[in-house]
């Protein structure tokens, strides 16, 4: 038996802090997120971004 869910659990649901311009890139946004239980600093390319709205944010594997 396995869980064909388990791919899902790097996924969550996040809320935008603060955006703010990227200093090397034009077209880019440094957005600081909140999923409740951790904060991150994440580049965004999106241009609709804006603070206090609610995102899915991807969080990368760990290596063990």
């Not at 802090?17 to 991150?40: I, R, W």
């Amino acid at each position: 038996v396995y869980d064909r869910f388990d791919y899902l659990q790097h996924i969550k649901v996040a809320q935008v802090k603060t955006v703010a311009a990227h200093p090397n890139a034009d077209k880019l946004k440094l957005c600081e997120v909140s999923t409740g239980s951790e904060n991150a600093t994440v580049v965004c390319g999106a241009p609709n971004v804006s603070a206090g709205m609610m995102t899915r944010h991807f969080i990368p594997a760990r290596a063990a």
